[in-house]
């Protein structure tokens, strides 16, 4: 998990509210992405950012937006929009390249009450 | 689209035995395949990749794994397991220039 912090770990929600998950990242990477994960179903991913003020929507990116305003910071909003947000969140990163692996951050349990 | 399928959910072996945990994938030109593992509540852990060159890839804490092209599989191996390496491990494949693509899990207990 070194290099990549995510705050809060837990997070609790009450349905209708909009909620900020926080990443940052101290690896001078180019790349951030945002997974979700749920219980026998891998990660999938919600958004992505090649470069500041650029991101491209995932796979499930419907009731979640992103920001990249830093090169370190990479927040994502989960919206009342969002059916069912109650999940673990992953943050990533990695340098710019095919061959690169990502890094991941230590995750932010969201759960809607 | 590229993706990697992990057909075992889990996987019990006993300490000081060998650990084998199966991947196979399925993509369109060159595979770019890796490792991962997660402890319980924590963030993913990268294990090892294979990009080109030697089938057999070494990686951290003693594992590695074979690709194997004609059986377009990716196992890991560890040659004797541990009650530390009891975890969910993850395969996942490049699929373009940015995005990995994740199976969905396999959970590996080592009993003593």
């Known amino acids: 998990d070194g290099g990549i912090t995510q705050s809060p770990k837990y997070l609790f929600r009450k349905e209708g509210q909009n909620v900020t998950l926080s990443c940052e990242q101290n690896?001078?990477?180019?790349?951030m992405y945002w997974y979700r994960q749920d219980p026998g179903q891998g990660l999938r991913l919600i958004y992505y950012?090649?470069?500041?003020?650029?991101?491209q929507k995932g796979d499930i990116a419907e009731g979640y937006s992103v920001s990249r305003e830093k090169k370190e910071s990479f927040p994502l909003t989960v919206t009342s929009a969002q059916k069912n947000p109650t999940a673990f969140y992953l943050c990533?990163?990695?340098?710019?390249?095919?061959?690169?692996?990502?890094?991941f951050g230590p995750g932010t349990r969201l759960t809607v009450l | 689209a590229q993706s990697v399928a992990q057909p075992e959910d889990q996987v019990n072996v006993a300490e000081g035995n060998p650990l084998t945990v199966k991947c196979t994938y399925s993509?369109?030109?060159?595979?770019?395949l890796f490792w991962y593992v997660q402890y319980p509540n924590r963030g993913l852990q990268f294990l090892l990749k294979?990009?080109?060159?030697?089938?057999l890839v070494k990686g951290s804490y003693g594992f590695e794994a074979e690709f194997n092209k004609s059986q377009t599989s990716f196992h890991l191996k560890k040659p004797s397991a541990l009650v530390s390496d009891s975890a969910l491990y993850f395969c996942?494949?490049?699929?373009?220039?940015?995005?990995?693509?994740f199976g969905a899990g396999t959970t590996v207990t080592v009993r003593a």
């Open positions: 990533a990163s990695s340098m710019f390249g095919r061959y690169y692996e990502q890094f």
């Open positions: 996942a494949v490049r699929d373009g220039d940015y995005k990995l693509s």
């Open positions: 690896l001078n990477h180019d790349a």
């Open positions: 950012s090649q470069i500041v003020n650029d991101f």
């Open positions: 993509v369109s030109g060159n595979p770019y």
């Open positions: 294979y990009i080109t060159g030697d089938n």
